[in-house]
């Protein structure tokens, strides 16, 4: 979601004044530890970045599993990730304007640790395909949809000169750094015996998004952060 269009004139120049300057890492980190709406704003992407190279992973090898045949392994993964793409544009087209309307941006957030969380659980209990479809589907199907729909707005809540000098480390820095933890996790781990490594990972999937859901339970107490979703062009409460 593009919010650039209907931003306000302040909105706007703080933003190309945060572009236009170098970003300065020290004064980032400053603001993150600070700053608790930021710190808790960037804990919720760390969790989100965390999970989807574990997630991919555990996918990816039961389809390996069980489609030995290469043909029959890539007809599956372009039927699959279609059924993936449809998914997150009906959810976009359909869901998030309810979500967002009926329980707020704060619930939009809590959509995916939820859905993921209950995914993970259930691998745990079926350890297989279907169960690593599902949490395949519940990560990368709301984090395309509802998940950065919903922290878009809730930039906008923020102080804007601040949190754009944030927001572009997060995109220059934070997510690549966030998918490495995830990786050199799934190094780790997949040394183990497979079946352990299984339910380990399962079980790393599920203890994030638990304090994933916290984190984003904690936004409710912020200030910045608006407890329903407004339209663009109203005004956001300041601190």
């Not at 593009?2 to 236009?20: N, S």
């Not at 993964?77 to 087209?93: H, K, P, Q, R, V």
């Not at 949490?135 to 878009?152: H, P, V």
Request: charged residues 15%; glycine residues 8%; positive net charge.
């Amino acid at each position: 979601m593009r919010l650039q269009g209907r931003e306000k004139p302040a909105v706007a120049a703080a933003r190309h004044e945060a572009q236009a300057q170098p970003v300065d890492f020290g004064l980032v980190w400053d603001s993150i530890l600070s700053n608790r709406f930021i710190l808790l704003i960037t804990l919720l992407l760390l969790f989100s970045q965390v999970c989807e190279p574990i997630v991919e992973y555990q996918f990816m090898h039961h389809v390996e599993q069980t489609y030995t045949d290469q043909n029959a392994r890539t007809v599956f993964l372009s039927e699959f990730l279609s059924l993936l793409s449809a998914l997150a544009l009906g959810i976009n087209l359909l869901l998030t304007p309810l979500i967002h309307r009926y329980l707020g941006v704060i619930g939009g957030l809590m959509v995916q640790p939820v859905l993921l969380g209950m995914a993970s659980l259930a691998y745990l209990v079926h350890v297989d395909l279907r169960m690593a479809m599902a949490m395949k589907l519940t990560d990368r199907g709301l984090s395309y949809s509802i998940n950065r729909a919903s922290r878009e707005l809730l930039y906008v809540g923020a102080d804007a000169a601040r949190i754009f000098k944030v927001k572009a480390w997060i995109d220059m820095v934070g997510y690549r750094t966030f998918k490495i933890i995830g990786n050199v996790a799934i190094i780790g781990i997949s040394a183990l015996p497979d079946r352990f490594g299984n339910y380990l990972l399962g079980g790393v999937v599920l203890g994030i998004c638990v304090a994933w859901a916290l984190a984003v339970w904690a936004l409710r107490s912020t200030r910045r952060a608006p407890p329903k979703a407004r339209p663009i062009g109203d005004a956001m409460p300041h601190a």
